[in-house]
């Protein structure tokens, strides 16, 4: 009686035995699937020297040179007049030279329409010279007000800046067009972000200031810029506009700077190992157009929107290889459009949209960076659509990508995992029950 009993009652365990065994490998199987079943890569930014300095009050390159003073002047010390100080001020019936902030030379002459036709005018070395082609300034020159220069190949091809205190080419009220010419410092020492900021004095710019007009095309510009007010390489500031067109900008502090800058049109360039970085709107510039360029390689971002940059079209550029982001809005930069735009393998992340609300990114191709599309502060009506992110480690960070495609981004889900986990889970479960079969008989032997 005891042995028939003890039978039924091992015929009975059985098959809560099995379904011990399947509750348990597949609930393992369930754990597993989502704790090893995303793709999960390390988010940590590459730590990099990044030293700018301070931001500090001073007066702008155009009233520092006319008064002989030194490029790093601020308001709170504006030193003294300096005599190596030059500057040559284009005004329509006149060309005046300046040294220390006093005239020197006045010609009394209708402003010259070229370069080429004021360095003949002033036939002073010491000031502009001409060989062949090239044209090397030693002083500022100023294009003033109602006055129009062009500096155009084949008549010149080649402009050296002299790396000296003071030596710029400038409008102030006028127009500058530059076609065709290969523009660089005389020297390669253009400040980086990896050293200690200092108020390096010399290093040579382009700048168009008040109302002024600036026109680039087929051009290079190479080691221009610093760090300081409106030096940074080439700058549109105080309601100045203009074009830049199919030309090249290697190796400046920055590419392409504006400061309260309208309907600025940047298009078919290519900004690369800029120190900083390659396209910077910056300070209240609107209605920009940015497109079909290529920004690589460059210090920080590849293309960089900040503080109130509104109303603005940024489309069909690359970025790629940057030292942090592809392309950014920063600084209640609002109301513009980022669309079809390849951004890829950057060192931080993508598209990046910081305190910038109403701004739209559409239909750009995101892969290879830290994370794909982030979005940080106030981004009020921001709208993300259509962008194809793949490849990064993470896709985003609080955005939202319901009417985008993402896929092969880390802390995504990996179905090649999750099918070896399941698949690894039928087998535990074959061989569990195959165990139990073998073992049945015995069990039935012993009973």
Not at 150 to 179: E, M, N, W
Not at 345 to 354: K, L, Y
Request: charged letters at 15%; a positive charge; aromatic letters at 8%.
């Amino acid at each position: 009686m005891v042995r028939t009993y003890g039978r039924s009652m091992a015929r009975r365990n059985r098959p809560a035995g099995y379904l011990i065994s399947i509750i348990v490998v597949l609930s393992a199987a369930l754990i597993c699937t989502f704790v090893l079943g995303r793709t999960y890569s390390e988010l940590a930014l590459k730590k990099e020297p990044f030293n700018r300095l301070a931001y500090v009050q001073s007066f702008d390159p155009i009233e520092d040179v006319t008064l002989g003073l030194s490029p790093n002047t601020t308001d709170s010390a504006a030193g003294k007049p300096i005599k190596a100080i030059h500057a040559i001020k284009v005004l329509p019936s006149q060309t005046i030279l300046l040294a220390g902030g006093k005239a020197v030379r006045v010609i009394n002459k209708r402003a010259p329409r070229t370069l080429r036709g004021l360095a003949k005018l002033i036939d002073d070395k010491h000031w502009i010279t001409e060989s062949s082609t090239t044209i090397t300034l030693n002083a500022a020159v100023i294009v003033g007000h109602g006055c129009s220069m062009t500096i155009a190949a084949p008549v010149t091809s080649g402009l050296v800046l002299t790396v000296r205190p003071g030596v710029f080419l400038a409008a102030d009220q006028g127009k500058i067009v530059i076609s065709g010419v290969y523009v660089r410092a005389s020297n390669t020492n253009v400040p980086d972000t990896f050293s200690s900021p200092s108020r390096e004095e010399g290093r040579p710019f382009l700048l168009a200031s008040q109302n002024s007009v600036m026109v680039i095309k087929n051009s290079t510009f190479k080691y221009l810029g610093r760090d300081w007010n409106s030096s940074y390489g080439l700058t549109w500031s105080k309601g100045s506009t203009g074009s830049v067109n199919n030309s090249i900008f290697d190796h400046n502090f920055i590419g392409v700077y504006s400061n309260a800058s309208s309907n600025l049109q940047v298009i078919h360039d290519q900004f690369y190992y800029n120190s900083l970085y390659g396209v910077d709107p910056h300070s209240g510039s609107t209605h920009l157009l940015i497109e079909y360029n290529t920004s690589d390689y460059n210090g920080r971002h590849g293309i960089i929107f900040s503080n109130h940059v509104t109303d603005s079209i940024v489309q069909y550029n690359v970025a790629e290889g940057n030292g942090l982001n592809g392309i950014m809005m920063d600084e209640a930069s609002a109301n513009n459009v980022i669309r079809e735009n390849i951004v890829a393998d950057n060192h931080s992340d993508g598209i990046v949209i910081a305190n910038s609300s109403s701004d739209v990114v559409a239909d750009n191709r995101v892969s290879g960076n830290r994370v794909g599309i982030t979005i940080r502060g106030d981004t009020t009506d921001t709208k993300i659509s259509g962008n194809t992110i793949t490849a990064n480690k993470m896709a985003s960070q609080n955005a939202g990508l319901s009417q985008n495609t993402a896929y092969g981004n880390g802390g995504e889900w990996s179905w090649r995992r999750i099918e070896v986990i399941w698949l690894g889970a039928l087998a535990l479960l074959l061989v569990l029950l195959s165990v139990t079969k073998i073992m049945k008989p015995r069990l039935n032997g012993n009973s």
